[in-house]
């Protein structure tokens, strides 16, 4: 597909990969590429139109008009939030699936379908959005009814989930066959963690088929009423579920990447299993977080599904933030590639963008995005943030840091191990996930900042000058200045990213394998002993960022409480 | 390949094999602090200041929009600063987020006492986002939707202005919806009463209150000074069928002589009360259409009057001779 | 090749049976999900009180 990899397939359609050894078939390399490209292309969309945002909410430019600013905005956020993400994480679960299990894809005609209609879908909120004219608004991500967005927004909106749901049956064919095919095997971790990822999303898309198809039916006249209440908790099983599906698409990436670039070994298969079976079970009931400062839903439905039952998902998560690096850790010191409490992590590849990446990735999506997700999700909390820019300032933490430099790193080496191209530019390859990482980060900060702090409200264009009042939200104009410097810097950090990319696949020299890696492959062959089980290895490296973690997540947790007790009196 | 590979089968009962000391250790803090997390914020429903618990009530937005209506109506007026705030009658607040204002505001509201908020949108999803005009991050924000009312408790220890901004996108006009109340500690002296413009006229003759039903055909007295004769007609419709005095209310000059035009059957008129040297004695017979009567009123005073059989409607008059 | 693996004829430990059903797992979540998210939700909405 597209005619620009340098690598040949056998008469059967397989082809065996010199760097992580799995062997790969031309079918599901095809749709590998396919959906993959088309993800890059909606990152390049997603992050023109975020110049233009970013560009207005630093008033100082205010680049756009109310009207067009919520258009943009739109655009914005669903070529990013959805378009990016989805397109990519179908690319992943055949990764995940096929190319880990050395299998063809089957159904590739339902592939094929789902792609249309994903692509089909994406115009057609597009065109929607883009000739939304009154009594029609801006559906902006969450279309919140009785606002009516165009028509052809939501039979968008509807095909594309359509679309992701039959280009994911391939992946669960896949597992289905396997599973038959070798009862007693246990799925490699990659695997089983991606097949967790397509249940999340399915659980996901149903819930915004739900949600859409009867306002598609009621947007034509055909449903008198739509219950404001009933969609905001439908509407989130997606609006949320969406970015759940990121985030076990991402640790998986995590897990992959750590192991083919770094060396890392699974620390325990029992231990990550269970949490990502903790996540299977709980992670959806975030939802939840965006109807914690809403009528009609009751107190008790509002702490279980909040706290994904008592916080079984974030102990899911923490579970993860120690596995990786732990098998890193461990994976490194059993190949000699380092001692005392971090040499492991000095000695790690920090020039190839593909493991920077990864570990920016890591750090930043737990520190901003993680920490503040479960802070805002706590019900109390959840006043403070609710609606601010610290909302967007989260989820730029998550997905536009943690999620967007996963899928960048992942994408590097799509470049090289399913393209076959080695990278251009050198200095700036090395650099790219540094700037994005850096830059991105800095503006997840101040908007959090800036919404909990100042209170500054989400969705507007300007908060500078609300029409025939006094009040502004003057004092807070210097963290919209650092808030807009660095979100210039970021989109060039993704420009950045996409020049390389792109780049590569059209000029980049044929990869010839990385020597570094192969090196790690040979490590353990050399003679003596066989290294200890990675249980044994010492995993101190690990315990003391962990903790350094844990420590940063307890303060600024109180911080929060301290912040919401000088609130006035609320309820009973 | 690799052993202990994620991309790998796990080989055997990999149950079995024990897990690291640390990561053992880690899982433990995790634990406690998931249990930390979930008993914190079920502790604060019970200790904390700060909880966004009320009941909710589903009605239609025109009936919530009604609410906010009757409870401005009864809302009187003080002067903080030369800004004009409606007082709350008691100690509930109604406010209604519509597209693109906030009806209710701007109110008035004393510190530290306990105020039932009530906040429901007469269109669309709306958010109400507070905070103190002086400090900026005492700030919390609530979600409004149409068809529902959510009623919710809230004291404010700090006077000070508070500037409520809608940070729920709802069409165009959005960025323009803003409002605010001022916490004071007001006089109750420099409270103007609400307005008497309307039902609480003629000591509440024509409200549900007094004798009979609700006069729904009354909207204030017509005046009709300046001659000696007028006209009112009885039974016309009004109250739900022919069931009015039409004008319900009049204004007369000493002297006039007012005519009583029956329109329907079966009315009559007695006099509830007059001044006390008025000697009107109404027409007690019940008559059908095309029956006509007529008195002359002297006195200065208000005359109220009512049809017997069709009081309970709200048929109700007023012959105010000023 | 872990040095730990049991031999063959050792029964699998039920919980990593329980891992290796992926299927049974898919469907309890999905159920679990339903009843907490949805069905108890939906509960709370139908029970507003009409005011």
Known sequence: MFGLSTYTYDDEGFRTCNTTGLTIHKSAEDMVKLFGVTGIVALLVGGIFALFVALTRWEIVGLLGAADYYRYLTIHAWYLLIFWMVFMEIAILYVGGNFVLGRRLPLQSLAKAGYALMVGGALLITWGTWTQSVPDQAPLLTSYAPLPSPTEFYLGVDLFLLGALVAALPFLATIWREKREHPNRTLPLITFGAFCTSIVAAEAIVGGLITYVPTLAWRLGYLAHIDPAWYRQMYWIIGHGSQQINLLAMITIWYFMTHVIGGAVVASEKVSRFAFVLYLFFINMGAAHHLMSDPAVGLGWRLWNTSYAAYGAVI???IHAFAIPAGLEAGRRRKNKGGGLFGWLWSAPWRDPGFSATILSIILFGFLGGITGV??????????????????GHFHGTVATGTTLAFMGLGYYVVRLVFGREWIGDILATVQPYLYGAAMGVVALMMMYLGVLFGVPRRHPSVMDIPGTAFSFEAATPFFAVFGIFAVLAIIGGGLFLAIAVGSLLFGDPFDGDPRITALRTAAADGGEAPAAPHHQEMRGTFVFVLVFFVTFVVLWALNWVLLAQLWQIGP | MDDHSPLE????NWWNRSVNRRETMWLGISGAWALTLFGWMLG????GDQNQIGPTYELSPDAYREKVQAYKQDSGVVTIDGEQLSVPPGTDVYIGALQWAWDGLPVALRPGTEYTFHIGAYDVQHGFSVRHADNLSQQMSLQVLP???????MTFDDPGTYHVVCNEFCGTGHRSM???????????ADVTAPDDGGQAAYGGWFTSGARGGTTQNFTGAVDRTGTDATTVTVGAQGNG???AFAPAAIQVDP???VTFEWVSDTHNLLVDHQPDAGDWGGHTSIENTGFSTEATFETPGVYAYYCDPHVPLGMKGVVEVV | MSEDSDQAADPVPWPQQLLDSEWLLALAAVLFFTLSYIVLGLVDLVSVPTG
């Not at chain 1, 909390?381 to 967007?392: G, I, S």
């Not at chain 2, 068809?147 to 408790?153: A, C, P, R, S």
């Open chain 1, 316 to 318: 899911a998560s923490m």
């Open chain 2, 241 to 243: 069928g022919p069931y």
């Open chain 2, 255 to 257: 002297g006039t002589t």
């Open chain 2, 9 to 12: 089968s796990p080989e055997g």
């Open chain 1, 375 to 392: 802070m805002m999700g706590q019900m109390q909390l959840n006043m403070t943030w609710h609606n601010t820019l610290a909302v967007p």
């Open chain 2, 147 to 153: 068809g529902y009312e959510w009623v919710l408790d």
């Open chain 2, 178 to 188: 803003h409002g605010a109340f001022t916490v004071a500690d007001y006089d109750d």
């Open chain 2, 44 to 47: 604060w429903t019970q200790v």
